[in-house]
């Protein structure tokens, strides 16, 4: 927390202004004798104005006073490199990748190499012919999905990252190749396999409710509310979740397995209780149930036995069969139990314990090879499997239900009760349902060789012509498939001797392997000694080819370090921060330092992407870093709630990650204590090209050099409402909470020059709302102050958009007090405040708008908060006003939580509102006049005088203090002043001096 402290001082400031305009205007001559003399004001602007101000009243100075900071050295240690990978399952890296990045390892002993995770290690199988590390050598490991705390998967990164380590003195974590043969032995089938099976695809916002100010309590807050998250899917009534379990419980050995599906229900009807009735149904049969009303987390589960219940793969299906209109998410599902050793896409974990030494089989991989980890053995192989096809069959006569797997391909039906699917000649899955002779003449006609299955969920539909073709095809129980009876067969096409069946009263299972090298799939075995293991097997075409990269960010932990202004910018726009750091710190003489954001993720996130990441380096930085710590923090690059583009929709780049949803900057400056009251001041420029930041840099230092003008007072105020009552509201609170800040001298005024374009009350000049309000932003305008409604891509009050401005060289600070326009981190449109940021050479130099919902009351604090602060305090940088701004809402409500962590500043914290802090009286030069008295078209030593006008304005705050202007005239060599006294300067007014020139030729300066 940084507390500032107003400190009363008096301070004396004499201001000298010499303003000369060079210009063919300032050129006059005088008729004497009938010679053209050179005289009077050959160069004159002002004739050397000297204005002297005054003793001014006392100013309150802003000074700084950070808690106290425990600064250590420190020696941090980084990893040499991060391996990456997407998906669980076996990675390899090839080692001549991991030495390109780290050369410092060639020819090591390769013992000292070591793979960690989130700072556990990992096994490692070290493909290695001679102790070194050498080119040729190969690196297997168990690679991973990035996971986050307490999810599932990680809300930011789609990488995991594994770090690499060298160190000789720690014993090798390794695996070791295992090359036993398990001819002869026992074969088993089945393992323990326990699933966690989620896929993120829809957004769910929170529990919601028909309460619209509760859910602007409890649901639009940055942090993460109950309820909210990815899910899976979102189910209504008329809308429900269907999936396939890739599960092989074996109906042989009466496998059983625990199914759970874990939801939450997201909203309240309140005119349905309960509004929830869910169902869960597996294989069409309801397994579980529940009742109740209202938002909540739960679970539905069920025990899945194939030999008592009819079905192996079959769709699980969850549903609220309530008449209403609330809604549930489905998160995750899970399972565990004991079932054939099958992989699904390539890939199967498990474990399993073994009474003695016996072979594994494990089925259905793409590849013909698969390799093997027992990361509990520690030993690691390859293996070769024979081809065919995995079977998984289920007929039921009641309710009639037909469930089919071929390889990874699930089918249900209920159409008809005899059904033949097989696989074709480019290894899909192809289903047939009709007639017994129909469905006969089809198996007849399948070439010889095809694999194929048949259900038949009633013996009583068959007839002879079926019957005598399944027992050509290796049938041998046909005469027992009668009414009531269900059967399953599968084998090949002409080969009867692969052919396999099952049949039983009322519903018939099977999981058959079926050899045939036109399968789709592999079996392979693998020796296990007794004892446990743990098992992850991946088929070689899916072994992932992991990535690795430098690991940077070690000199962030420098003790050497120092800065007061600390630019995190992605690698893309590194130019353009690089620019703008050298000029502030040339221009304003701070400490600049540029930080690439993959160097804070990492030294402080592991490698990997996360907002928590950025945070601990600030932390770090403003604890650890040299005195005083940094005090303005720029994010340069756009951001994205959604960072791993789980939407289709999503467009947008996750340059540099926001915090929360809405998202929040501010979320970063919290760096001490449990408080709101922010260490730093932030901005960010949501750039996504090196061009647009090069522009907006452009714009920012084009700005800051500009010289003092009268537009820097003017303030134009815009405001709307959606009816005559609120649009009374909205223009009554500018006019008695807002410019009594500006113009009342007893409110130490900033002598603003403003102007209202409002639905209310419309214009001065009865132009449209519109056109006045471009007009005033074309003609300069240092501040544009919006009150309405708004929506990420527009506004209430329209028609000054962005591409129809033309101030170039005159760019406001817009700040709009309406909903979202500053949401940059929407996923698939760029917010409309950042389009006005980012157009090249127009539109607003910063923008001030919240990144979520704008509650009325309390966006009215931080607007007169912002005004009080420039009146009242010395506070020019955007990010310190803005954060002083802040400090007003302190009632400790969600809703001021919400508004103080989503109200963004999008821009530079170090752009300065270009008004002084105290008194600064300028000369307007554009506005000097020069005539004759009396008028003649030029002066001449004829003229009794010369007139001198000029306007004046003052560009800092109010003052009474009397002010003396003196007019400097020099004239052969001769000086003579001309005086006048304002009582004070707030307004712009204009000086004039009358000057005796006549018969006076020559020069007058």
């Known amino acids: 927390m940084n507390t500032a402290l107003g400190l009363a001082v008096v301070v004396q ?396 391909t699930a089918i249900v039906t209920t159409r008809q009760p005899i059904t033949v699917a097989w696989l074709d000649e480019q290894q899909t899955v192809q289903l047939f349902s009709e007639n017994a002779p129909t469905v006969a003449g089809l198996i007849r006609a399948l070439p010889v060789g095809t694999p194929f299955a048949i259900l038949i ?93 430098p690991c940077g960010g070690s000199d962030l932990y420098a003790d050497t370090n120092r800065a007061d202004y600390v630019i995190i910018t992605h690698r893309f726009f590194r130019a353009a921060a690089e620019r703008l750091a050298r000029y502030r710190s040339q221009h304003h003489h701070v400490r600049a330092r540029v930080v690439e954001v993959q160097d804070i993720f990492d030294a402080f996130g592991r490698g990997e992407k996360s907002p928590h990441a950025i945070k601990a380096f600030l932390r770090y930085a403003y604890r650890q870093w040299g005195a005083p710590p940094p005090r303005a923090i720029l994010l340069m690059g756009d951001a994205s709630w959604d960072p791993r583009r789980v939407s289709p929709t999503t467009i947008n780049e996750d340059f540099i990650p926001s915090y929360g949803k809405p998202v929040s900057d501010f979320w970063y400056t919290l760096l001490e204590g449990d408080d709101y009251i922010p260490e730093m001041s932030i901005g960010r420029l949501p750039v996504t090209t090196l061009v647009q930041a090069e522009a907006i840099v452009d714009k920012l230092i084009e700005y800051d050099t500009l010289p003092p003008a009268r537009w820097h007072k003017r303030f134009l105020f815009i405001t709307g409402g959606a009816d005559p009552a609120e649009q009374v509201d909205f223009y009554e609170s500018v006019v008695y909470s807002l410019l009594p800040l500006l113009v009342d001298p007893y409110q130490r005024a900033l002598c603003a020059d403003t102007v209202l374009a409002s639905f209310y009350a419309g214009t001065a000049d009865a132009s449209p709302v519109p056109t006045a309000i471009v007009n005033t932003i074309n003609s300069g305008a240092v501040w544009v102050n919006y009150i309405g409604h708004g929506a990420p891509r527009t506004l209430e009050v329209a028609g000054w958009e962005p591409e129809r401005l033309r101030n170039r060289g005159r760019y406001p600070i817009l700040a709009s007090f309406s909903c979202q326009i500053g949401a940059f981190a929407e996923p698939a449109i760029q917010a409309l405040g950042e389009d006005f940021l980012a157009a090249p050479s127009a539109g607003m130099v910063a923008v001030i708008a919240t990144t979520g919902f704008g509650i009325r009351s309390y966006d009215d604090i931080v607007n007169a908060g912002i005004f009080a602060s420039l009146a009242r305090s010395t506070s020019r940088a955007l990010g310190d006003v803005l954060n002083r701004a802040k400090l007003y809402l302190f009632d400790g409500t969600q809703l001021a939580i919400n508004t103080i962590l989503q109200t963004t500043l999008l821009g530079d914290p170090l752009t300065r509102i270009p008004i002084d802090t105290l008194p600064h009286p300028v000369l307007d030069g554009s506005s000097l006049t020069i005539r004759s008295v009396p008028d003649a078209p030029t002066l001449t030593t004829n003229a009794e005088s010369a007139i001198v006008e000029v306007m004046a304005f003052n560009a800092g705050v109010y003052a009474d203090s009397t002010i003396e202007v003196r007019l400097v005239r020099t004239y052969q060599l001769q000086r003579d002043t001309f005086r006048t006294v304002l009582s004070q300067l707030c307004y712009p007014v204009r000086l004039r001096f009358v000057l005796p020139i006549h018969n006076m030729p020559g020069s007058h300066a």
Request: aromatic fraction near 8%; hydrophobic fraction near 35%; include cysteine.
């Open 457 to 549: 969920a009633d013996g009583q539909t068959l007839d002879q012509t079926l019957r005598d073709q399944l027992t050509s095809e290796g049938s041998s129980s046909v005469s027992a498939i009668t009414s009531g009876v269900a059967y399953v067969g599968c084998g090949v096409r002409g080969q009867p001797l692969q052919y396999q069946e099952a049949l039983a009263s009322g519903a018939a299972v099977l999981i058959a392997w079926v050899p045939t090298e036109r399968g789709n799939a592999y079996r392979v075995v693998v020796p296990l000694s007794r004892g446990d293991h743990a098992l992850v097997a991946t088929g070689s075409t899916a072994i992932e080819h992991a990535r690795i990269r």
């Open 13 to 408: 400031r004499c201001i000298a202004f010499v303003v000369a305009k060079h210009t063919e205007h300032a050129m006059h001559y005088c008729q004497q004798n009938g010679h053209l003399l050179r005289v009077c004001m050959l160069r004159i602007c002002c004739l050397a104005l000297l204005f002297v101000v005054g003793w001014y009243s006392a100013v309150q100075a802003q000074t700084a006073t950070p808690h106290a900071r425990p600064r250590v050295t420190t020696v941090q240690q980084l990893p040499l490199a991060y391996i990456e990978t997407t998906r669980d399952g076996v990675a390899q890296l090839l080692v001549s990748k991991l030495l390109g990045v780290a050369p410092m390892l060639r020819n090591l002993p390769s013992d000292g190499l070591h793979l960690l995770r989130k700072g556990h290690f990992i096994p490692v199988a070290l493909v290695d012919h001679d102790g070194r590390l050498t080119d040729d050598d190969t690196l297997l490991f168990v690679g991973s999905h990035p996971t986050g705390d307490t999810t599932y998967f990680d809300a930011y990164t789609d990488r995991a990252a594994f770090e690499v380590w060298y160190d000789p003195s720690q014993p090798p974590y390794r695996l070791q190749l295992d090359t036993a043969t398990g001819e002869g032995l026992p074969l088993r089938r089945h393992i323990v396999v326990e699933r966690h099976i989620e896929y993120d695809r829809e957004y769910v916002q929170g529990w919601l409710d028909n309460d619209r100010y509760s859910q602007t309590q409890s649901t639009f807050v940055t942090e993460t509310v109950p309820g909210e998250g990815w899910a899976w899917a979102i189910t209504y009534p008329l809308r429900p979740f269907s999936t396939f379990l890739p599960v092989a419980p074996d109906p042989s050995s009466d496998d059983s397995i625990e199914v759970k599906i874990v939801y939450s229900a997201i909203s309240d009807d309140i005119f349905t209780a309960p509004d929830h009735r869910l169902q869960c149904r597996y294989g069409g049969i309801l397994r579980d149930s529940t009742t109740f009303d209202g938002p909540r987390y739960d679970t539905l589960g069920f025990v899945l036995r194939p030999r008592r219940d009819g079905c192996i793969v079959d769709s699980l299906v969850f549903q609220n069969t309530a008449t209403t209109i609330a809604a549930e998410a489905v998160d995750y599902i899970t399972t565990r139990g004991t079932e054939r050793a099958v992989a699904t896409g390539d890939y199967l974990a498990g474990r399993c314990q073994s009474t003695q030494d016996e072979e594994l089989e494990l089925l259905n991989f793409v590849s013909s090879r698969a390799l093997v980890f027992d990361t509990l053995r520690r030993t690691w192989r390859w293996t070769t499997g024979e081809r065919g096809v995995l079977f998984r069959l289920s007929a039921r006569q009641s309710p009639q239900r037909l469930g089919i797997a071929i390889g990874d």
